[in-house]
């Protein structure tokens, strides 16, 4: 089953666990990793409501995995310029990731979803 197909099962069912939210940004980085793409902070505020994306890449590297960083400078709509840093998955992380995401995925009842 696709990433994508098993989080829109987990949207659909108001019985299954809450991810955390380091495992949605796990998930965000590995498809991020197959499309060679960094991600930013307005990239994890899209996808999943990250509003402190560099904060989120200091935990999962104090789990063990290893970022390729460079900056991005992006346009806002009055003309000025923000920077973020960019963060993409170390070649040599991608396998730590992917364990990590399974560990985080087999945890059982955490966050579970109430319905009702």
Same mark, same amino acid.
């Given at each position: 089953?696709? *990433?994508v197909?098993?989080?829109e099962r ?5 019985s299954a666990? $809450?991810?955390?939210k380091?495992?949605?940004?796990l998930?965000l980085?590995?498809?991020?990793? +197959?499309?060679q793409?960094? $991600? ?8 999943? /409501? ?6 989120t890449?200091?935990?999962l *590297? ?5 970022f ?5 400078? &992006?346009?806002h709509? &009055?003309? /000025? &310029?923000? *920077?973020?840093?960019? !963060? #993409?998955?170390?070649? +040599?992380s991608r396998?730590q990731?992917?364990?990590?995401? #399974?560990? !985080?995925?087999a945890?059982?009842g955490? /966050?579970? #979803?109430?319905?009702?």
């Amino acid at each position: 089953m696709s *990433r994508v197909a098993a989080r829109e099962r987990r949207e659909n069912d108001t019985s299954a666990r $809450i991810p955390l939210k380091l495992e949605l940004a796990l998930e965000l980085l590995l498809q991020a990793d +197959d499309a060679q793409r960094y $991600i930013t902070t307005l990239d994890a505020l899209q996808a999943y /409501g990250d509003t402190c994306w560099h904060s989120t890449v200091a935990a999962l *590297r104090a789990k063990g995995v290893e970022f390729l960083q460079e900056r991005y400078q &992006h346009a806002h709509r &009055h003309g /000025g &310029h923000a *920077r973020f840093e960019a !963060y #993409r998955l170390s070649p +040599d992380s991608r396998e730590q990731a992917e364990q990590l995401l #399974r560990w !985080y995925q087999a945890l059982p009842g955490q /966050g579970v #979803r109430h319905a009702g």
